[in-house]
Structure formats: C-alpha cells, structure tokens
C-alpha cells in the first residue's frame, strides 16, 4: 500500500481527538490499514499523554471526533492552542451537527472541512452503502486529497452547506429520533400490562416491527449523541413543535370522535400528505416496505443454518453453496450481513419440504461438513418443532 501524499509531496500524519470514541477508533483502523498513513492523537475522556501542542504542531491533518455538545468548544482550545501554526494544514470535524463546529474550525487558520457520515461506525472497513455528508467551508491545496480520502472511504458523497445540512438533519434525525423516543415511552407505559414486548411479539405487524427495531438500535445505542442531536441542533426545536402539533389534533379529533372528526384527519393527516409526498414516492416506499416485510418473514423463518465465514475471498459463497448441493438441501432464501467484530456472517434459510424428505441428521452432517472443510463456523440451526 502506497500512503497517499498530502500537498506537500509527503505522507500527511492524521491526529484524532476523540480517538477512543467509536468513530475514533474506527477512523485510526481505516487510516492505518487503508491509507497506510501513521495516526497519532489524544482523547478527552483520559488518552492525554500526547499534549494538544504537540498534535496540533505534528498532526497535517486534525480530525475532531467528539461528542456533539462539547466540540465547538473542544476545536477553540486547538485554535488558541494553534496560534497560526496550523496554517496549511487541514482540520476536519466528524459530527451530526455542521453549523457551529464548522464555525469554530473557520476562527482557525487551517482548511477547513465538516463530514457527518449519516450511519454509526460500521463493523466493515469502509462506509460502502451509507452518504457522506461534506461541507467544504475553506479548501484549496488540500482538495485532491480530501477527495482521493473520501473515494476510499467508499460512501456516497453529498456536499452540502452547513445550515442545510442542520436544517435537514432536523427532520431526517431529530423527527425522526423523537418519534421513537416518544413510542418506546408510550410502549414503556402500557406493554405491561399485557404482558410486556414479547406478548405483542406473536401480534405483530410489519410497520411495528420495523418500528420497534428502530427504536431498540436507538435505545441499544449512546443516548448522550440522540440527546445532543435533539438539544444542539436549534432546527429541531419548530419540527418537534409540529410533530406535537399533528399528534394534538389527532387526539382532538379522537375525543371528538364524530364523522366530521374521521374526515378531518383522513383529509389533514392522510390525504394532504399523500398528495406532498406524490405518487412516485409512495409506490417505492410501499416496494421498499413490501421487501422489508419479505426479509423480516425470511429472518422469522425456524428452519435456518447460520454460517460465520473466516475470510471474505472470492469463491467463498461459491464453496458454501456446493456443500448444501452436496447434500441435497434446498435453500429458501439467504443474507449476508457483518458481525461487531466485522465477520461475514450468511443466515440461510431451508426448504422445510425438502428437509422433511432427508435422513435426520443432514444438517448435523451437512454443519459437519462445512466446518471440517474450514468453508465456514456453523452457530445456530435447525429449529423445527
């Protein structure tokens, strides 16, 4: 791997304030095994054994991966701490927020460039499949390299202003995050006392089941970013006012209870924004939930082997499958998803049909097989009744 040069012809040496954080560790990973560039850095929460002169006199590039509440003020200590010295180099803050930490960053002398990946951390070695979004407040020398930076990173880059990116991240994230924090509330109150979550589980529906998975990766995750994406991004503010809004007349019409009140909100609430949103819109969501539906139904399925592969190499899935046709088993469906630690993992599902007509220990001596011939680690596996 040939490091990528900075302006200067050489090298540049990447420091990470926040290293420890996720995003931190994840960024040292990347830029160290997939750029090939040396890492240095301190953290806020106790990494300080590299002190912020010396990181901000070595680092050619300074990435601030902190939380939300705290980083405007974090990157003023480095511009006092600068002094100028940072002039030529390029400052980066990776934060759901744009507007005052890109700010802070300009009060600075160093090109200056927000990103927000629009995903946590992922357990795989680049952002393939999530958007990028990228404010480019003060960039010249360092341009080609932020630019060769974000195509290894794989993401879909979206360039945007600061105050539109928080302006949309007010509705993308912060109504959005409300919503759920107010379900699994309401959930929290009444689930109780009819048996809690796994008594409406045999119940469910599509829509709420992909709404409690919504709301149990926000609640699985740091409440400390939702609550700073709700409180730090002044926009949220007038979209939970709405959201309010909409759910108070909903409620008076439910008291009023009337005909006059079923039309009102079939009209305000249902109608009025199936006309905004526009048929286009509506046939790919309903495609998409459809599809949604289709993959929870595969991943409800009991008849099913999970398979962990210990290399991702082409002809992987190719030596997987032969073992299942080499044992005669049907496959109904399968997915390949990323364990925490970054592991291809395949759940595949069976022909129950077909395993009904084969020697009972096929999928003992077909996991056997898969594991003897080190193709893949079986974990779980046939859960017939």
Same mark, same amino acid.
């Given at each position: 791997m040939t490091p990528?040069?900075?302006?200067?012809?050489?090298?540049p040496?990447?420091?990470?304030?926040?290293?420890?954080?996720?995003?931190g560790?994840?960024?040292q990973?990347?830029?160290?095994?997939?750029?090939?560039?040396q890492?240095?850095?301190?953290?806020?929460?106790?990494?300080?054994?590299?002190?912020?002169?010396e990181?901000?006199?070595?680092?050619d590039?300074l990435?601030?991966?902190?939380?939300i509440r705290v980083?405007?003020?974090?990157i003023?200590?480095?511009?006092?701490?600068?002094?100028?010295?940072?002039a030529?180099?390029?400052?980066?803050?990776l934060?759901?927020?744009?507007?005052?930490?890109?700010e802070?960053? $300009?009060?600075? /002398? =160093?090109?200056?460039? !927000?990103?927000?990946p629009?995903?946590? %951390?992922?357990? @795989?070695?680049?952002?393939?499949?999530?958007?990028?979004?990228?404010?480019?407040?003060?960039?010249?020398?360092?341009?080609?390299?932020?630019?060769?930076?974000?195509?290894?990173?794989?993401?879909?880059?979206?360039?945007v202003?600061?105050?539109?990116h928080?302006?949309?991240?007010?509705?993308?994230?912060?109504?959005?995050h409300?919503?759920?924090?107010?379900?699994?509330?309401? $959930?929290r109150? /009444? =689930?109780p006392a009819l !048996?809690?979550?796994?008594?409406?589980? %045999?119940?469910? @529906?599509?829509?709420?089941a992909?709404?409690?998975?919504?709301?149990a990766?926000?609640?699985?995750?740091?409440?400390g970013?939702?609550t700073?994406?709700q409180?730090?991004?002044?926009?949220?503010?007038?979209?939970?006012?709405?959201?309010?809004?909409a759910?108070g007349f909903?409620?008076a019409q439910l008291r009023?209870g009337?005909?006059?009140?079923?039309?009102a909100?079939?009209?305000?609430?249902?109608?009025?924004?199936?006309?905004?949103?526009g048929?286009?819109?509506?046939?790919?969501?309903?495609?998409?939930?459809?599809?949604?539906g289709y993959l929870?139904?595969?991943?409800?399925s009991p008849?099913?082997?999970?398979v962990?592969?210990?290399?991702?190499?082409?002809?992987?899935?190719?030596?997987?499958?032969?073992?299942?046709?080499?044992h005669?088993v049907n496959i109904?469906s399968?997915?390949?998803?990323?364990?925490?630690?970054?592991?291809?993992?395949?759940r595949?599902?069976?022909?129950?049909?077909?395993?009904?007509g084969?020697p009972?220990?096929?999928?003992?001596r077909?996991?056997?097989a898969l594991e003897?011939?080190?193709?893949?680690?079986?974990?779980?596996?046939?859960?017939?009744?």
């Amino acid at each position: 791997m040939t490091p990528l040069p900075g302006p200067s012809g050489s090298p540049p040496v990447v420091g990470i304030v926040g290293r420890r954080g996720a995003y931190g560790r994840w960024l040292q990973r990347f830029f160290e095994e997939r750029m090939g560039l040396q890492v240095i850095g301190r953290d806020p929460a106790g990494d300080e054994d590299l002190p912020v002169d010396e990181l901000v006199a070595r680092a050619d590039v300074l990435v601030f991966s902190a939380p939300i509440r705290v980083t405007p003020a974090l990157i003023g200590e480095y511009v006092e701490a600068g002094n100028g010295r940072e002039a030529g180099h390029l400052w980066m803050d990776l934060t759901s927020i744009k507007q005052r930490p890109v700010e802070a960053l $300009l009060a600075s /002398q =160093a090109e200056v460039v !927000g990103l927000h990946p629009m995903a946590a %951390p992922p357990p @795989t070695p680049t952002l393939q499949g999530r958007a990028m979004a990228v404010c480019p407040a003060r960039l010249d020398r360092w341009r080609p390299w932020l630019d060769s930076f974000l195509s290894a990173t794989r993401a879909e880059r979206i360039d945007v202003s600061p105050e539109h990116h928080d302006r949309a991240m007010a509705l993308v994230q912060g109504l959005t995050h409300a919503s759920h924090m107010a379900q699994a509330s309401v $959930l929290r109150r /009444q =689930a109780p006392a009819l !048996g809690g979550l796994d008594a409406l589980r %045999p119940l469910r @529906t599509v829509g709420h089941a992909l709404d409690l998975s919504v709301s149990a990766r926000m609640l699985a995750g740091n409440p400390g970013i939702y609550t700073d994406i709700q409180f730090d991004n002044p926009h949220v503010l007038p979209a939970i006012e709405q959201l309010a809004e909409a759910v108070g007349f909903l409620r008076a019409q439910l008291r009023s209870g009337d005909a006059e009140a079923r039309q009102a909100v079939r009209s305000q609430l249902l109608e009025e924004s199936a006309t905004f949103f526009g048929a286009p819109v509506l046939a790919a969501g309903s495609q998409d939930f459809e599809r949604l539906g289709y993959l929870l139904a595969d991943l409800e399925s009991p008849d099913f082997l999970s398979v962990f592969l210990p290399e991702d190499a082409p002809g992987s899935l190719r030596r997987l499958l032969h073992v299942f046709e080499e044992h005669a088993v049907n496959i109904e469906s399968i997915h390949s998803s990323r364990s925490p630690e970054g592991e291809l993992h395949f759940r595949i599902g069976l022909d129950r049909g077909c395993l009904a007509g084969l020697p009972a220990d096929t999928l003992a001596r077909l996991a056997t097989a898969l594991e003897a011939g080190g193709i893949g680690r079986v974990t779980a596996g046939d859960r017939r009744d």
